[in-house]
């Protein structure tokens, strides 16, 4: 019987603690890339405000 009681509170831990980090991925607020038309990061606070920095570019080889 012990071998039950291990595996189920096993389970109701690794349930829980998958909850816990599901509520806190949600609650992550996501960064605005491509906002605005531009290709990377708008800063908005702060002295390089407005800055946009990591601007994402793709080289084409077949052209």
């Not at 189920?8 to 599901?22: C, G, I, Y």
């Not at 290709?39 to 052209?63: D, F, P, Q, R």
């Amino acid at each position: 019987m012990d071998r039950h009681t291990k595996l189920l509170n096993e389970f109701s831990r690794t349930k829980t603690q998958a909850e816990l980090l599901n509520k806190m991925a949600r609650s992550r607020k996501a960064v605005e890339i491509n906002a605005n038309g531009t290709s990377g990061y708008k800063i908005k606070e702060g002295a390089n405000a407005g800055k946009v920095i990591k601007h994402l570019k793709k080289t084409s080889g077949n052209i």
